[in-house]
């Protein structure tokens, strides 16, 4: 045998390779979550929305967001932007005031993307 | 009435207040939550995680990860150190190999808040 037959690589002692039960996210869902995910990555973010979320209706005035979030009015309104136009909020101006809702299909969607990773349900 | 007894400010007209259905969620919760969001805010990080989760087991080999993620075997490493320090995966050596598992309670957990903050559950 030459040195030209010898392998170019010596193979390490092969893993305990382990079956897939299902096909993995593909590259486009996950870069269309990773920007749900990135808008939920924030502790203000997290509290309005659950603050609009916990109202009847999923919905409620701009001007009963603040309470107990110590953070600008300003500050605010970033968040509520950034979670708006991720789509996990919508908005509406009624009279002086402007109304946000969540987006209710839009949290169950990202939930049962968690619950098949959990392995709790079949994808 | 003198001008002592004049309030501050006027009152604008109220809003139609919605009344809370549950509490919302607290600002401990929501900073220990932010960061677990925070750890999947990332395409890459995402797809490795559903790459171990869809094996047999909740379980991969570290070899068995980069198939179809065009990212180098460093980057991989710090993407999966981020989802391992934030709880999502543990990791274990056995012979030459590191196999990842995912935490299904961690994923459980942020499935949950999600769906109640849909309102497709009740807290």
Redesign the interface.
Known sequence: MSNQDLPLSVA??S???????????S?ET??E??VL??A????????L???I?????????V??LSA??DVTQPTISHHLKVLREAGLLTSER????V?YR?V??A??R???V???????VT?
């Open positions: 390490s002692p893993c305990e390779a382990t079956p897939r039960t299902r096909p993995p996210m590259g996950a870069a979550l990773a995910f990135k939920l990555a924030d502790p203000v973010r997290l509290r929305l659950s603050a979320a916990s109202r009847a209706g999923g919905e409620a005035c001007c009963d107990g979030i009624r009279a002086s005031w109304y969540v209710p299909h949290l169950a990202l939930s049962e968690l619950a098949i990773e959990a392995g709790a994808a």
